[in-house]
């Protein structure tokens, strides 16, 4: 049987700057089709807009509003496109 990596990851909005560390869990099962990602603890101000085992599907929403995915590798400036 698999076991599970936890780690705490930071969340940062982009729109207001709230930001908050995440408790999080995913399989450790190189060969597993899904990383089985899931959030067991959600820093003060963020909730779970759209939940998914994929933490770059995850929505998460902010105090303020604002949605994003847990897991981003560009950078997205306010409204517009990732940078390449
Ligand atoms: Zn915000």
């Known amino acids: 049987m698999a076991a599970r990596d936890r ?12 930001t908050g560390f995440a408790e999080v869990s995913e399989t450790d099962d190189r ?7 899931k959030i067991d603890e959600m820093p003060r101000g963020f ?7 994929d933490p770059r599907k995850h929505m998460v929403r902010c105090r303020c509003g604002s949605v994003f995915p847990f897991e981003q590798d560009t950078v997205y400036a306010p409204g517009g496109e990732p940078r390449r």
Not at 31 to 37: E, I, P, Q
Not at 47 to 52: A, D, L, M, V, W
């Open 7 to 18: 780690y705490s990851r930071k969340l940062e909005c982009a729109k207001c700057d709230h």
């Open 31 to 37: 060969r597993a089709m899904s990383r089985d990602f």
């Open 47 to 53: 909730s779970t807009e759209r939940p998914s085992t």
